[in-house]
């Protein structure tokens, strides 16, 4: 019963910054606990941030702490992930999650690529 829509990936410069979206269809928005996750090639998905129903965020991995923020707009059912100062390493398919106690739900990923 929840879709989730990622977009906003690309091609961007070391040093540059970034913002991806992820659009939510939810009955309610805010019931929600969601998560930004990045995957890269050969690696494992590991957890970058989220956002609780309270609108708490936090970021988790620490190699993008005070680089990246999460953020959600209740009016457009959107959250939002803004990555500064990108890194190659940063390099991945990002994807955004929507859970509750018994759902889990998954967008399809926006391709983020920091080259030069």
């Known amino acids: 019963q929840v879709q989730l829509v990622e977009s906003g990936g690309g091609l961007v410069q070391p040093g540059g910054s970034l913002k991806i979206s992820c659009a939510v269809s939810a009955d309610i928005f805010t019931n929600y606990i969601y998560s930004w996750y990045r995957q890269a090639p050969g690696g494992r998905r590991e957890l970058v941030a989220y956002i609780t129903p309270g609108g708490n965020a936090y970021v988790i991995l620490e190699s993008v702490k005070g680089r990246f923020t999460i953020s959600r707009d209740n009016d457009r059912n959107a959250v939002y992930l803004q990555m500064n100062s990108l890194k190659p390493e940063d390099t991945a398919t990002y994807s955004c999650?929507?859970?509750?106690?018994?759902?889990?739900?998954w967008g399809q990923g926006t391709q983020v690529t920091v080259s030069s």
């Open positions: 999650q929507a859970r509750r106690l018994t759902e889990t739900y």
